[in-house]
């Protein structure tokens, strides 16, 4: 069965950049769409960035225009690149299929 692996989090300052990577375990090509979602301290988990196999793209309004979602099909990953990070953007990332499971996620902290 498919599995999904985040990683790629980490420590960055305000208007810095980091590439979340969300490893697909089989085929890339068997998945009909993958959710990036976040959550961050004290708030409601929310949905980030959706990628369609067909190449689709959807973003929440607190991120388009800085982040952008892609899939690597050598890799076999679906990418989620975060640009101009502001502190608001500090909590847990998650990609997931619309049936998948939650995994552990990888934390983005945004401060100076």
């Known amino acids: 069965q498919v599995q999904l692996v985040e990683s790629g989090g980490g420590l960055v300052q305000p208007g810095g950049s980091l590439r979340l990577s969300c490893a697909v375990s089989?085929?890339?090509?068997?998945?009909?769409?993958i959710n990036w979602y976040r959550q961050a301290p004290g708030k409601q988990r929310e949905l980030v960035a959706t990628?369609?196999?067909?190449?689709?793209?959807y973003y929440s309004d607190s991120v388009k225009g800085r982040f952008t979602i892609s899939r690597n099909n050598a890799k076999n990953t679906v990418d989620l690149q975060m640009n101009s990070l502001k502190p608001e953007d500090t909590a847990v990332y998650y990609c997931?299929?619309?049936?998948?499971?939650w995994g552990q996620g990888t934390q983005v902290t945004v401060s100076s």
């Open positions: 089989g085929s890339i090509f068997s998945i009909l769409a």
């Open positions: 990628i369609i196999s067909g190449g689709s793209t």
């Open positions: 997931k299929t619309p049936n998948g499971r």
